[in-house]
């Protein structure tokens, strides 16, 4: 896949494209890029995937306090990669781009920058100034400029359609097991590891205290996981907690994302690592002290271990 940030003198053969912010990958995504690499091998073509960074709502400020992202760029550029497109277009979004209409798009971008031979869109698709261009208006442009246009079905896993904002809710209220159906692989979030109070070592779980970098990137809710842990090109398991930790504090406001990875005694302050989460075991709870903190750990390491270790 070759990743173009500057689309002037594009030379690409007969582009075969779709457009769309593509946050987390997802199976629905999945429907439309596969359907877009199938069409390019039958006109002959190439895959183009275009999309827009930053996010549109962070230039527009527009409910920026409650945006959440399933992916960074860098894990979106990682996800498209392994789909087999031939190109991936990542357009700049400022204020300038943002008041274009749908027809000055098509036209200065779709058509005179990249050469659109064929348009593949979703079910829902919407684009343009306010997003008030739909299918029909596309339909529409193709004729005039002479593009083809096919729009897809919704995909389905359990009979609903997959969306992006279906898989965030399903993270936020813990529903890790549809989240990572409709995604197609396991959540996962890449952070720093960044010191602690070294309670957990005290009591026999030392943990790796996390910090996520960026801002939007949405964290699954609160409560304890089985996890996998990317370090260094080596794969780890371990159990995870998200919370405020009420047992040991009482006045952390802030999310804390803490890692214990089993058989594991390497130091790695100020290291990053990437975390896959598999499946969720409880809800955070408080308990009377640590000696009972400790008692629900040692249970939970049990559960998680028959996870990744019992035939």
């Known amino acids: 896949m070759i990743i173009h ?27 439309i890029l596969n359907k877009l690499v199938q069409v390019a091998k039958e006109k002959k073509g190439e895959s183009v995937v275009i999309t827009m960074w930053p996010h549109p709502r962070i230039i527009l400020n527009k409910d920026v306090h409650s945006l959440r992202l399933l992916n960074t760029i860098e894990e979106k550029k990682h996800l498209l990669s392994n789909t087999k ?22 036209e200065q971008y779709l058509v005179d920058k990249i050469g659109v ?43 609903d359609s997959v969306s992006s904002t279906k898989i965030r809710e399903f993270l936020t209220s813990g529903h890790l097991d549809y989240a990572n159906r409709y995604l197609g692989y396991e959540y996962y979030i890449t952070g720093d590891v960044v010191e602690g109070n070294k309670i957990g070592r005290k009591i026999g779980f030392p943990t790796a205290n996390i910090k996520v970098p960026e801002p939007y990137k949405q964290i699954p809710g609160d409560g304890v996981y089985a996890v996998r842990i990317k370090f260094n090109g080596d794969l780890f398991h371990g159990m995870l907690n998200i919370g405020s930790r009420p ?18 005694d390497q130091k790695i302050y100020h290291q990053q690592v990437t975390v896959s989460f598999v499946k969720r075991i409880r809800d955070e709870k408080k308990f009377n002290g640590l000696n009972e903190l400790t008692r629900q750990l040692e249970q939970d390491k049990q559960e998680v271990q028959k996870i990744f270790y019992q035939p």
């Open 117 to 159: 031979k064929h348009l593949v869109v979703g079910y829902n698709h919407q684009f343009g100034k306010d997003r008030k261009a739909g299918y029909e208006f596309l339909r529409d442009c193709a004729r005039q400029y002479g593009f083809e246009i096919e729009k897809l079905d919704a995909k389905l896993v359990d009979r």
């Open 5 to 31: 940030q500057d689309i002037h003198n594009l030379k690409i053969n007969n582009p075969v494209v779709t457009i769309g912010v593509f946050d987390g990958v997802h199976q629905g995504h999945l429907t």
């Open 247 to 264: 047992t040991i504090s009482r006045t952390l406001r802030d999310k804390n994302i803490e890692v214990h990875i089993f058989d594991f």
């Open 85 to 106: 497109i031939d190109h991936l277009i990542i357009i700049p979004f400022t204020w300038d781009f943002a008041n274009l209409t749908a027809c000055e798009f098509i």
